[in-house]
């Protein structure tokens, strides 16, 4: 009697298992590489030499003037992938106040003579503490500073910023964005 009710339970265990288990997660890992396989290998960015350089996906941390800045990592140790999180502090909390002022002064001390207001993602962390976009107005922030110091007028690096922004989702959701190991690796390769 007892066997009679164990046997059912043991059988869909182990039909399940390999059903969930293996069978699933092989179609589907399948189906991913034959039909997005760039996502499906991590969208990751190669040099002509073959060199992985990063991924469109993962925020990447650059402070040199020369270069556009990505938002702060949320992140521990900073920009890590295999701890994506938010930060979760709240407002008001001291620590976030800290990090928010400190980037301001890097900002402010990168482009002195920039007197715009600062657009609210350059000093703050995304919700995964990765995002590698940032908005419009934030390019637009360090467009003087990223020309200057590069030598290059202003109309040079808009254009570059301008070929690599992403529309709207479907034209309608959400807002343009910059990626910025994208726009960074443009600047990089751009030849007056």
């Known amino acids: 009697m007892l066997l009679a009710q164990i ?3 043991i059988v869909s265990f182990i039909l399940f298992t390999v059903l969930t288990g293996l069978l699933y997660p092989l179609l589907v890992t399948g189906i991913a590489q034959t039909v997005f396989h760039k996502q499906a290998e991590g969208s990751l960015i190669t040099s002509s030499d073959g060199k992985i350089l990063g991924s469109s996906l993962i925020g990447q941390n650059f402070d040199d003037p020369k270069y556009f800045w990505g938002r702060i990592s949320a ?11 938010g930060s979760n502090l709240g407002p008001s909390n001291s620590a976030l106040l800290d990090e928010v002022k400190g980037r301001i002064t890097a900002l402010k001390a990168a482009d002195p003579s920039n007197n715009d207001p600062l657009p609210v993602d350059l000093v ?24 200057r110091v590069r030598g ?3 109309a040079d ?13 479907l034209g309608l959701l959400g807002e343009p964005v910059v990626n ?9 390769d751009y030849k007056k």
């Open 75 to 85: 992140t521990s140790p900073a920009y890590n992938a295999s701890s994506s999180s």
């Open 157 to 169: 690096v808009q254009q570059i910023v301008d070929q690599n922004t992403q529309g709207r989702f």
């Open 180 to 188: 910025v190991l994208q726009v960074n690796l443009a600047l990089d």
């Open 124 to 147: 703050t962390s995304s919700g995964s503490g990765l995002d590698p976009h940032i908005s419009l107005a934030a390019a637009h922030y360090q467009l003087a500073r990223v020309a």
């Open 7 to 9: 046997r059912p339970a």
């Open 152 to 154: 290059l007028s202003q």
